[in-house]
């Protein structure tokens, strides 16, 4: 018990440098994972990323037990749920359906190559 109470205590006293960490890190893993996918690469190379991501996620999810276990309920926090819960759902659809996730993907991609294509021509119509 004092082990949990320790690192729960951590939690809480760093907050802000744990989530300026945690946080970015657990976007560019989860965006890792959904490029992964759309790229079609192997699939253990998306299961590492997947775990790895799924891990961050796990950890802001735990941060946020750690205020809500004190009574501490406010928007960062619902905010944090949020984002942790989102990137365990797109990491669970990776595993889970990576087909569809890759089709998704592959239609953004080609989305944005349409866009990219399309910004000269509007920068020289001027």
Not at 27 to 53: D, H
Not at 59 to 88: A, D, K
Not at 96 to 106: D, F, G, I, R, Y
Request: glycine share 4%; proline share 4%; with cysteine.
């Amino acid at each position: 018990m004092t082990f949990w109470y320790t690192l729960s205590e951590f939690s809480r006293h760093h907050c802000i440098a744990i989530c300026g960490f945690l946080v970015p890190a657990n976007l560019l893993a989860t965006l890792q994972t959904m490029l992964l996918v759309g790229l079609q690469s192997s699939p253990r190379n998306q299961r590492l990323m997947v775990s790895v991501a799924s891990v961050y996620a796990i950890l802001i999810g735990y941060h946020v037990y750690t205020w809500f276990s004190i009574g501490v309920v406010m928007i960062p926090t619902y905010i944090l749920l949020f984002l942790s819960s989102v990137c365990l759902g797109i990491n669970a659809w990776a595993i889970a359906h990576p087909s569809s996730l890759a089709q998704l993907m592959q239609s953004l991609f080609k989305l944005a190559q349409k866009m990219i294509t399309h910004v000269p021509k509007l920068m020289t119509s001027n």
